[in-house]
């Protein structure tokens, strides 16, 4: 490890040290020492939850059987909360109580009443705790604003004992969100936690005073985690859905009770608009990028249903690191970033110049994407190199992720420069060229990826070489396996043409040819990450250099 790198961890730690002091100091800290604090007495607003509702969700959870995060639990008749759950994805879902909102879809006084008994036994079992899995701080934050939200649900017919200790336990949540939020890590989690105090202030009738301080934290926060060009500082390109899913209702909750919006509220959404369509394929789904799992078609469109900004997807986003070519129905969705900071890092993928595919209504080459609801060490599989549509040396990631308890798993190493040339033909072709610095340190060499998409969309050229750091081109790595794979989505058949030519065929009859000039093309086994459903066996195309550099071409067939 470089000198540089020791002495960033040790910062690194040194500051995580210290934010931890801070959250215990806060904890520890009298409530009403707090500014901004207040307490609730009552609901007055329901801000809209936009999420899909789901009745056969509703319907399992009326009979006592939970299906989230993948996995069924079923009660036999007990409270949710008195038995052992199955994952601690799981636990999270349960305990942030987003599932509540599948029972609009059957909103009748018996599935009300069985909704609010279960929350009556959470705030029995839970409500006076404030540790364990419950009480995380992102659990917190889903579990404010899923009350919220449907309250009217909960509170339909409630007798007076019940709506005090709802609103009681409601008040414990925010303040106890209010002590811990200045100290949590940076990014999402701090800013969730800020829409739900945000969202708690007018939504239980907050002073002005307490009102306007949550949304001067919130326009910091927002500030602050909003780039420029729409992208999260976290390079996820489902953390800007996720966090319009909040952000409009809050919107329209401030609106409708007369409050005075946040300064800083409406330009995010306006920004993070045209950021959500640039990370959209043709075939609709987002990019699978830095932690990104599949969205669920619904999810997506019932975010998009809101954009007022319209026009077409921007080519780059340059605070993001990302490079967007297209040409008729075809679109390339280019990595060519780094994480904005280490602290930022946690979830960001080794996959720098991954690229992914999409042609009409189908997505072609991918990268592996982030499991939904896996364990951790499928999770920390999925963010290396070789799970990305990228070149890999060595088996080695062109990032390095820390393995450090205290720490988390952040990116201590990696790419440090990136230089990116983007030209248009004179033909309206539309090229990419881009370079990181990412194996400099372990093999000294650069990796270069060239892309060129014609006018129409049609044929793809592209090229992977290694440089040495003055730019000349590098002679083979004695020792080490330079491979550059291309990940082909799980609904794509790979039929072998020749030894140096397959075809890629998608369920509709749409076909692309991908073939190499020179070496062998090799199809290996996959597996896909981020399916909805959970992993899927997949394929991958493998192209082991043979020189300094490999060429590889995609033809689309009419």
Known sequence: ????????????HIAESWRRLRQTAAVLTPSVLHRGGFRVSRVVVAPT????????VAEEIIHGRYPLAGRILDTDGQSP??????SLQFARRLHGFGWLRHIRADKTPATCSHARRITDQWISLHGSRTRGIAWDSEVVSRRIISWLSHSPILLQDADAGFYRRFTASLGQQIRHLQRRTG???DGLPRLKARIAIAMASIAAEARPGAIRRAGRLLDRELE??????????????????DLLFDLLPLRQSYINLGHEVPSKLIPAVDRMYPAVRFFRHSSGDLALFNGASSSLATDLMSVLRYDETAGQPFKALPHGGYQRLAGGDTTILVDTGKPISARLSNTAHAGCLSFELSSG????????????????RLRQLARTTAAHTTVCIGDVSSASIAH?????????????????????????????????????ERFGVLHEREIRVNEQGTKIAGRDRLLLPDGLPTPNLPGAEVIARFHIHPSITVDRVDDRKVRLVAPDGESWSFSIPVGELVIGEDVFFADVSGIRPSQQLEIVFQGP???WFLAHHA
């Open 49 to 56: 939850d936009l999420r899909a509702v789901d009745s056969f």
């Open 224 to 241: 602050r985690q909003v780039l420029p060009d729409g992208s999260h500082v976290s390079r996820n390109p489902q953390a800007c859905v």
């Open 1 to 12: 490890m470089r000198i540089n790198d020791r002495a960033r961890l040790i910062s690194l």
């Open 361 to 376: 209504r189908n997505r072609f080459i991918i990268n592996s994407g982030s499991p939904r609801f896996a364990g951790e």
């Open 404 to 440: 450090s308890s205290h720490l988390g798993p952040i990116i201590v190493s990696g790419p440090s420069k990136i230089e990116i040339d983007r030209q248009t033909g004179p033909d309206g072709s539309d090229r990419l060229s881009a370079r990181h610095d990412g194996y400099v």
């Open 81 to 86: 909360f008195e038995l052992e759950l199955p």
């Open 183 to 185: 100290s949590l890590p």
């Open 549 to 551: 550099e490999i060429r």
